[in-house]
Nanobody
Framework: QLQASGGGLVQAGESLRLSCAAS???????????MGWFRQAPGKEREFVAAIDWRGSNSVYADSVKGRFTMSRDNAKNAVYLQMNSLKPEDTAIYYC?????????????????WGQGTQVTVSS
C-alpha cells in the first residue's frame, strides 16, 4: 500500500512537502522501481507531476512545475517526497503517488501499477 501525506491549505508563494510511504507487499518492491507523483484537479484529468528512478539519481518533471518542485526518495524508508515551493493556485489538486513497473523515471501513467490514496493540496491566491 502507498499512503500520501503532507497536503494542506497554503497561500500562493508558500511551500509544502508531500510524503509517500509504502507498506506491506508494496514496500518490498518499491526500492527497485521508479516512482511518480500525479495530480488531479476538480473537473480535470489526472496529470503527471514528477517521477524519480529507483536509485534516486534521475528525476523528470512536468513543465508546469519544473524549477519549483523537487522529488526525492529514501529507499531505506520506502518513501518518496515532493518538495513544492512557490506554490500557485493552479497547483491546487489531489496529489497521488504511484509505483512504476519500470526502474526508470517515467511520466507514462500506464506504466504505474500501484497507486496510493491522495492528499489534498489547496493554494489560495
Amino acid at each position: 500500500q502507498l499512503q500520501a501525506s503532507g497536503g494542506g491549505l497554503v497561500q500562493a508563494g508558500e511551500s509544502l512537502r508531500l510524503s509517500c510511504a509504502a507498506s506491506g507487499r508494496t514496500a518490498r518492491t518499491v526500492s527497485n522501481n521508479g516512482m511518480g507523483w500525479f495530480r488531479q484537479a476538480p473537473g480535470k484529468e489526472r496529470e503527471f507531476v514528477a517521477a524519480i528512478d529507483w536509485r534516486g539519481s534521475n528525476s523528470v518533471y512536468a513543465d508546469s512545475v519544473k524549477g519549483r518542485f523537487t522529488m526525492s526518495r529514501d529507499n531505506a524508508k520506502n518513501a518518496v517526497y515532493l518538495q513544492m515551493n512557490s506554490l500557485k493556485p493552479e497547483d491546487t489538486a489531489i496529489y497521488y503517488c504511484a509505483v512504476s513497473q519500470s526502474s526508470a523515471a517515467t511520466q507514462l501513467a500506464r506504466l504505474y501499477r500501484s497507486w496510493g490514496q491522495g492528499t489534498q493540496v489547496t493554494v489560495s491566491s
